[in-house]
């Protein structure tokens, strides 16, 4: 079966309205790193307890999680535009209340604010994409530009972020959110359209808080197991939101108009796509946050010079994000995610035989350069299979995949990481040490790099190297990993993907079902 391709080519004002769009994207990566950063100063000035500085952490990815889905759909249903307008006048407002806030819990009801308002942004930004780009090409670029601004996000945060804390308080780093806010409430009505589904009936309460019941306690076991382990508390949320995710999924199967549409997971090519990009997420997210806190942690960069070490995958991400869709015109996308695949393994094993900054720097920016083409085709194949007045719920279902994808890979190869640290470090853990700093040292390396600073100097000289060489035994191993078992995903995405032809377009043999057997 062949699906029709628009041939309409987008004008100026809708790469002008790209623009636009990218602007809260990359706000969004920035804003995650620089949090990390401005941590320690949060918890001195506002006096905040460990467990409120990881809500204050938590709180803005469990709420942005829980909101995706519902968000997505309520665009197709209100008008994209109009959510995203709405949506930045929220995070906006809201992020001038974390900057000004004056006590920890006015933070993390800030940072929840902000969650949810955050979760209007991205599905908004992708269903706008696919309709302002009708034609495969062009809208491949398209996402590309948008893939890039976020990697940029990721190293532009802890430079930008070093730079604020080192001049101004804490707050400044939230207060970057407004002018760009304010910038897309004042072009936005002018350069993006307006699009809502035809046949969008009313958004079900029911379904919503089924929604909300299961991704929230899923995001919030998944983080909790990764740092303290299998205790009740995250066994009891995965427990509830199992329950409530088989019950929304029983729901939305009888629903006229349901909040999900879960026959977009028969089109082959977007349950296809979208499984290469959640796994390549997964297993290189918590590659990634190991790396980072390598650079700070056992090379002892300051943040800005970690961010310095970031740059070169920013650029190679960039680089590979924009070259993707230019291949795909001549090559099959799964020719191009496969080779993407097997570039992001040989960076993995650089990183896996690593020691220093610089050759850990050259493989991530291996790994970002394959991953490139993985996220940026896979996010146009997503995008580009589902029916139009779809395209705000698939880019919402794409997005919380991969925000869950993130979270599972840091429950699961975080803690790898973190059990290979504590086997290499627990006999160089010092005996005149007190029982809380050598539980601590034997937990993490940050804890350890305080400890060793209390210890005459070649104690704390052996207890830092040790711990060193501990966390990047642990690196190397999680990348050892995440290497096979990218090599083990890349034949299934090859083989899944390979009835796409070059620019998105499906030959006579595909299987998926048509459009508009997806259409309620």
């Known amino acids: 079966m062949t699906t029709t391709i628009s041939s309409q080519r987008a004008t100026g004002r809708e790469w002008a309205g790209l623009a636009v769009l990218a602007l809260p994207t990359l706000l969004l990566s920035v804003d995650i790193f620089v949090l990390l950063l401005a941590l320690p100063k949060i918890g001195q000035q506002l006096r905040a307890s460990s467990t409120q500085q990881l809500w204050i952490s938590d709180s803005y990815g469990f709420l942005l999680a829980g909101f995706l889905v519902t968000m997505g759909t309520l665009g197709d249903r209100i008008g994209r535009r109009r959510l995203l307008l709405i949506g930045a006048a929220g995070f906006g407002a809201a992020s001038v209340l974390a900057a000004y806030a004056t006590s920890p819990a006015m933070l993390i009801g800030a940072r929840a604010l902000l969650g949810i308002a955050g979760a209007t942004l991205s599905p908004s930004t992708l269903a706008l994409i696919s309709a302002m780009f009708a034609s495969p090409r062009q809208r491949t670029v398209a996402i590309g530009v948008w893939m890039a601004c976020f990697m940029s996000g990721a190293a532009l945060g802890p430079l930008v972020g070093g730079l604020l804390l080192a001049h101004f308080w804490w707050g400044s780093v939230f207060l970057l959110a407004v002018p760009v806010m304010v910038l897309l409430l004042m072009v936005g009505p002018v350069l993006l359209p307006e699009y809502r589904s035809p046949d969008a009936g009313r958004l079900d309460p029911v379904s919503v808080t089924l929604s909300l019941t299961a991704v929230i306690p899923l995001a919030y076991g998944l983080t909790t197991v990764a740092r303290y382990g299998w205790r009740p508390l995250p066994v009891a949320a995965l427990a509830v939101s199992a329950a409530a995710g088989a019950v929304f999924v029983q729901r939305q199967r009888g629903l006229a108009e349901p909040l999900l549409d879960l026959r977009l997971l028969a089109n082959r090519t977007f349950a296809a796509a979208m499984g290469a990009m959640t796994l390549n997420t997964m297993l290189t997210g918590a590659v990634m946050l190991l790396v980072t806190q390598y650079f700070q942690l056992v090379d002892q960069l300051s943040p800005v010079r970690a961010g310095l070490c970031m740059l070169p995958a920013a650029v190679s991400m960039t680089a590979s994000s924009l070259s993707a869709p230019r291949l795909a015109r001549f090559t099959r996308p799964a020719y191009l995610i496969t080779a993407g695949l097997m570039i992001a393994i040989t960076g993995l094993l650089v990183i896996a035989a690593a020691q220093?900054?610089?050759?850990?720097?050259?493989g991530w920016a291996m790994v970002t350069f394959g991953s490139g083409p993985v996220v940026a085709l896979s996010v146009s194949l997503i995008l580009g299979a589902a029916p139009r007045a779809r395209a705000g719920a698939a880019a919402a279902l794409n997005e919380t995949s991969s925000q869950l994808?993130?979270?599972?890979?840091?429950?699961?190869?975080?803690?790898?990481?973190?059990?290979?640290?504590?086997?290499?470090?627990?006999?160089?853990?010092?005996?005149?040490?007190?029982?809380?700093?050598?539980?601590?040292?034997?937990?993490?390396?940050?804890?350890a790099v305080t400890a060793a600073r209390d210890l005459p100097h070649p104690a704390g000289v052996a207890l830092l190297e040790s711990a060193h060489g501990a966390y990047t035994a642990g690196l190397h191993g999680v990348a050892v990993i995440s290497a096979v078992a990218l090599a083990v995903i890349a034949p299934g995405v090859l083989m899944l993907l390979r009835h796409v032809a070059p620019d998105g377009q499906a030959t006579p043999d595909d299987t998926e079902l048509p459009a508009e057997s997806l259409m309620l």
């Open 405 to 447: 994808g993130f979270a599972l890979g840091i429950a699961i190869l975080g803690s790898v990481g973190a059990a290979v640290y504590r086997s290499h470090i627990a006999s160089a853990v010092p005996a005149a040490l007190p029982s809380a700093s050598a539980a601590g040292v034997r937990d993490t390396v940050a804890a």
């Open 356 to 362: 220093g900054a610089a050759l850990v720097a050259a």
